[in-house]
């Protein structure tokens, strides 16, 4: 079979690429000005040693723009419980930080109440991805929270893991720690 080649839009590469399932994030950081922070999807962890991950941001994002002048930001892995955190962090010009209960990380970058686990990072790099930054960011301090399930988005809509029936674990579970990054 063979496909001949289309021009690709942003309609049908949001289409194709929401096929893939990604946790749900919110990046903060702290400044002057108070807390910021923006919803986000583009995540992902880079390397154990040195210990990186990585998130990208609109390259015109005001959000984005005070992370990379503060030089640091928070990663907070959300809960299944927190999709209207996710969708109060998603939203322009939203008060965001408005009755949500947050605790300042090392960096004074917001580690937000009730989230699955969150990293404090410093900016190593910042590269330029198309209409996106890819920030690059080295990290300092981990945190567990609390132990639920994840928040989960998937063709535009969002999800969680659910228990499989039988009683197995809801998790798959690799065989060693090595194998995964």
Do not use: K
Request: charged residues 20%.
């Amino acid at each position: 079979m063979s496909v001949a080649p289309a021009p690709v839009d942003t309609a049908g590469f949001r289409r194709v690429f929401g096929h893939f399932c990604t946790g749900v994030t919110v990046i903060t950081t702290a400044d002057r000005e108070g807390p910021a922070g923006f919803a986000c999807q583009a995540f992902a962890p880079l390397s154990l040693d040195p210990p990186l991950v990585l998130f990208c941001v609109r390259s015109e994002s005001a959000t984005g723009e005070r992370i990379r002048q503060a030089g640091a930001f928070a990663v907070n892995v959300l809960a299944e419980a927190q999709r209207p955190l996710s969708r109060l962090f998603g939203t322009h010009g939203a008060d965001r930080f408005t009755g949500v209960g947050w605790t300042p990380a090392p960096s004074g970058a917001p580690i937000l109440d009730g989230v699955l686990a969150w990293a404090d990072c410093r900016i190593e790099a910042v590269h330029p991805g198309g209409d996106h930054d890819v920030v690059i960011g080295r990290v300092t301090t981990l945190g567990d929270g609390l132990p639920a399930r994840p928040l989960l988005f998937h063709r535009g809509r969002y999800r969680t893991t659910a228990d499989s029936a039988g009683g197995l674990p809801h998790r798959f579970d690799w065989p060693a720690p090595d194998d995964w990054i």
